[in-house]
């Protein structure tokens, strides 16, 4: 090799290591600031929640993997046996519940990081009736008519509809009397699904739910005398992906997420 051509030859070569170890100081720095170079650092995270928010969950899903390129992968469920699969060491990333109390159960058994915890959504409990009911029922002191014999409830053990809805009972003095009626459903959706089918004469879910399935169902009343409807969100301790879940839970808490909630009729925390 000529004295020019070896002179050429080092010249491109120090000029390849040059770009070669600016392109990773880009890189380790882009790291360091959080910013993502590509699919092969995009999040991948799983997010339990409750039945009630399938819906409004589906969208933000759907939204936050376009703005961000993320992969979300949802599973929907009653709150406590979501609980109870990730205390079984289910793979979850965030976790939505729809009361308190069940949120307070994962904080305690250190599942959740309390840090991240934060009430996103609130909603209603509401007694609905099949839309062709020709049943007069406008309280929910008229379930003891004899002509109610089936009344759809979320199990109050598992199901936080159902604990709303036993307490609101409870406070009317209707408990007692209307448990030989009621048909317990695992989940919310289930209690809803009983009456939209017309499978019962009425049922207790909340206020979104009924808006879901307003050409089915109709509300009969709203019911008082329990908690708060209040939904927590928090990032599980055992999540894969941390960062990546906590930009989701921001994601719920943003204008644009609290949009879609408010869309499928869920009030502000």
């Known amino acids: 090799m000529s004295m020019s051509s070896r002179f050429a030859f080092l010249r491109r070569f120090t000029l390849c290591k040059a770009l070669h170890r600016g392109a990773l100081v880009l890189f380790l720095v882009a790291a360091l600031l959080g910013i993502r170079t590509g699919d092969a650092l995009a999040g991948n995270i799983t997010v339990s929640a409750a039945a009630s928010l399938t819906n409004a969950f589906t969208e933000l899903k759907t939204l936050f993997e376009k703005k961000t390129g993320d992969t979300v992968t949802t599973n929907f469920a009653a709150s406590n046996p979501l609980l109870r699969q990730m205390q079984e060491g ?38 609905i009736v099949p839309v062709a009911s020709t049943l007069k029922i406008a309280a929910a002191s008229d379930l003891k008519a004899a002509e109610v014999r089936h009344i759809a409830v979320g199990n109050p053990d598992s199901v936080p509809a159902g604990r709303y809805a ?74 894969r992906d941390a960062e990546t879940a906590k930009r989701f839970v921001a994601f719920v808490l943003s204008p644009e997420g609290q949009a879609v909630l408010a869309r499928y009729g869920f009030g502000k925390p």
């Open 166 to 239: 036993r307490a609101a009972l409870t406070a009317a003095g209707l408990w007692e009397t209307l448990t030989p009626k009621l048909i317990v459903a695992e989940s919310v959706r289930q209690a809803l699904d009983y009456v939209a089918r017309g499978e019962v004469d009425a049922g207790f879910v909340y206020a979104t739910d009924a808006a879901i399935a307003r050409d089915k169902v109709r509300v009969a009343a709203t019911m008082t005398g329990h908690k708060p409807v209040s939904y927590p969100i928090a990032v599980a301790t055992a999540a």
């Open 90 to 127: 289910a793979p979850v990333d965030v976790f939505a519940s729809a009361d308190q109390e069940t949120m307070d159960k994962a904080a305690a058994g250190g599942l959740v990081d309390k840090a991240t915890r934060k009430d996103f959504a609130t909603n209603g409990l509401v007694l």
